[in-house]
């Protein structure tokens, strides 16, 4: 995992989420494409993002990023990224602060899947440029998949919690595996599943701000999906 320093800001209140995404927030779900599993010692190649709210996808983000090293011939078999496709990319000096003016103000609330590792390379990137670290709130889409699915953990096949697995779990399309634009999109359509199976626990909730709090979860689960 990616030596994040402690810098990422976590957003663990779950029980809440319904409230957050009806009452008008912009949601980012994003995800990375690295050389390596340290972000002291490895680099971005890739980074993917979609912007949605409770009324739908507002707009996406992919950028290949040039990396100061080789991309091996295990990562290109694995994400399909080849030294030839980021030749002409910029590095992460130029790439990100494009990516921060994506995310916009620090209101948004972002959405990763092992959200530490993710956040991990960005914030060791920005700090490389003297930036200082991503100040969004930050929803750990793994973290909030064993919140919701705890039986899933007694199940005898491991990996259970893994975005592909959860993808294939709920009949989520994935269209490129392991590329960072639609690892973005996949993650967005399982924090909407998983926000919609656990609608009888959310507390506190308006369907939008200027209406009254609906009290039957299944009216809300129709107006989710």
Known sequence: MAQTGGKENLFKDYKHLAREYYSGTVFIAFDTETTGLHASSDFLMEVGAVKFTCEGEVSRYDQLIKPPVPITP??????????????????????????????????????????????????TELGRMNYPAIPNKCIDT??????????????KESGQYKLQSLAKRFNIDVLQAHRADDDARVCMELFKQILKDTMHLQKDYNIHSDTNSLQNASILQQELF
């Open 74 to 123: 295990f990562l290109t078999n694995l994400t399909h990224i080849t030294n030839e496709m980021v030749l002409d990319k910029p590095y992460a000096s130029k790439a990100l602060p494009d990516f921060m003016r994506f995310l916009g103000d620090s209101k948004a609330i972002l959405v990763a899947h092992n959200a530490p590792f993710d956040l991990g390379f960005v914030n």
């Open 142 to 155: 793994l973290q909030l998949a064993r919140w919701a699915y705890p039986e899933f953990s007694k199940e």
